[in-house]
């Protein structure tokens, strides 16, 4: 079965911070996204990544920046966070030309 | 720009009923179609994909179909369990692999 992977379940910053969210998947998949799932909104995608080192901005960019050093990993930072960041923030990975996407189990990230 | 719309938001039923959730899309030049159930709290579970050459996709009691002319896609839950309470959302895979979610229905199986 695919795995995906993210370092926290909960998580509280406060604002100003520098927060680092983490996703990993066990199954060598291309495409890795992120997201974040708001009451009312849905899930929006916010930054996603085909390759190593490559990075396409999504719908809703601001105020965050991705990195994928490895090809299993991919992270998300806020450079400072704010209130407005406060979200469940959902990891996805899968294959280029199937395009099934995967999830992780979500990161609560509260921002005070 | 595509648009998902799942109706309605919520939708309760006795358990052992057959039940069908809709997913319309404003653009019919639909590529691939994933459903996903997604439990309080957590992250989401992929259901089924239905690829771009294909109609429908079975999985267990659950049946996806796909038409694209008109745009719309129906999931098909067979005799309903309390477990299968979630919320279910459909997804169209456009242009370099992006999703675009609906809202998602919110199901409740009262036994």
């Known amino acids: 079965d695919v795995k995906v992977t993210q370092s926290s379940r909960y998580l509280v910053k406060r604002t100003g911070e520098k927060v680092f969210l983490e996703c990993v998947q066990d199954?060598?998949?291309?495409?890795m996204f992120w997201y974040r799932q708001d009451p009312g909104l849905g899930l929006r995608l916010i930054y996603f990544?085909?390759?190593?080192?490559?990075?396409e901005k999504g719908d809703i960019p601001e105020g965050y920046s991705v990195s994928r050093e490895k090809k299993e990993r991919f992270s998300l930072i806020l450079e400072s966070a704010s209130t407005n960041q406060t979200s469940m923030y959902l990891c996805a990975s899968g294959t280029l030309g199937r395009d099934e996407q995967f999830f992780g189990p979500g990161t609560r990230l509260t921002v005070l | 720009k595509q648009e998902v719309t799942q109706i309605p938001a919520a939708l309760s039923v006795p358990e052992g009923e057959n039940l069908v959730l809709n997913c319309s899309f404003t653009?019919?030049?639909?590529?691939?179609l994933q459903w996903f159930r997604q439990d309080p709290g957590k992250g989401l579970t992929s259901l089924l994909l239905i690829q771009s050459s294909q109609r429908e996709q079975t999985s267990g009691r659950l049946n996806a179909s796909l038409d694209k002319s008109s745009g719309r896609s129906t999931l098909y839950i067979a005799a309903s369990q309390p477990g299968d309470s979630a919320t279910y959302l459909c997804?169209?895979?456009?242009?370099?692999?992006?999703?675009?979610f609906g809202k998602g229905i919110t199901l409740s199986v009262r036994p």
């Open positions: 990544s085909y390759d190593v080192k490559m990075k």
């Open positions: 997804a169209d895979t456009g242009a370099n692999s992006k999703l675009t």
């Open positions: 653009d019919s030049a639909i590529y691939n």
């Open positions: 199954m060598d998949h291309e495409n």
